[in-house]
């Protein structure tokens, strides 16, 4: 079956632009996770959903950041007003009832 | 705090040489460690987990609870391990499985 797919693989975005970043996970997986990736960093927890409800967000860093997955399935983070310190590869993860997490390629984002 | 330290940002050996990645954590209950591993090109993918006491591709990783290490071992390394690796916690900490990942080492393996 197929993975956890994301969408752009790449977005650049003008500073002060809006964008919205794309997961679909794995089919009938409960968890979604997002996760922040900056150059050299290993990945940082953004937030969290399971089903429809979005039980952590202790991880976005600032209210510029807002993730939704209304339906329970494909997951949106939408980052308002770009700067240029959000440069990093996104990351989504998808997980059945449990532990394991299956990641996405991520979306690179580079704001200019 | 929970973090997760990985104090080798490169580390370069030879073909069949043995390798050794560190990991140390801190966590104040009893966390899950994983090793995770990102090959050239290649999504982020599960190593192996401390619970499942598997060894995945001739690698093994111990959990030492008075060390609070976690350091992942294989005796004979090959040029396909060459990529990247995270060592990662979860702590399940007010439902949130989230996962708190080191800086990640970069293992070479050399002809």
């Known amino acids: 079956g197929a993975g956890v797919s994301q969408s752009p693989r790449y977005k650049v975005a003008k500073r002060g632009q809006d964008v919205a970043l794309r997961c679909d996970p794995i089919?009938?997986?409960?968890?979604l996770f997002w996760y922040q990736q900056a150059l050299g960093q290993g990945p940082e927890f953004l937030t969290y959903f399971q089903n429809e409800a979005q039980l952590d967000k202790s991880g976005l860093p600032s209210d510029r950041f807002f993730a939704e997955r209304p339906e329970g399935s494909v997951s949106t983070l939408k980052i308002q007003r770009t700067q240029q310190e959000d440069s990093a590869v996104y990351l989504c993860?998808?997980?059945?009832?449990?532990?394991?997490?299956?990641f996405g390629p991520g979306t690179r984002l580079t704001v200019l | 705090a929970q973090r997760v330290t990985q104090p080798e940002k490169l580390l370069s050996v030879f073909k069949g040489a043995p390798v050794e990645l560190k990991c140390n954590y801190s966590?104040?209950?009893?966390?899950?460690l994983f090793w995770y591993v990102q090959y050239s090109r290649q999504r982020l993918q599960l190593l192996l987990r401390h619970i499942s006491r598997e060894s995945i591709k001739g690698f093994t990783a111990d959990l030492n609870k008075g060390e609070t290490s976690f350091h992942l071992k294989k005796p004979f390394a090959q040029e396909e391990d060459s990529a990247m690796y995270y060592c990662?916690?979860?702590?399940?900490?007010?439902?949130?499985?989230?996962?708190?990942f080191g800086k990640g080492t970069k293992l070479t393996v050399n002809p």
């Open positions: 966590y104040s209950g009893s966390p899950e």
């Open positions: 089919s009938g997986h409960v968890s």
């Open positions: 993860a998808s997980s059945p009832q449990g532990i394991r997490q299956f």
């Open positions: 990662a916690l979860s702590g399940n900490q007010g439902g949130s499985e989230k996962l708190v």
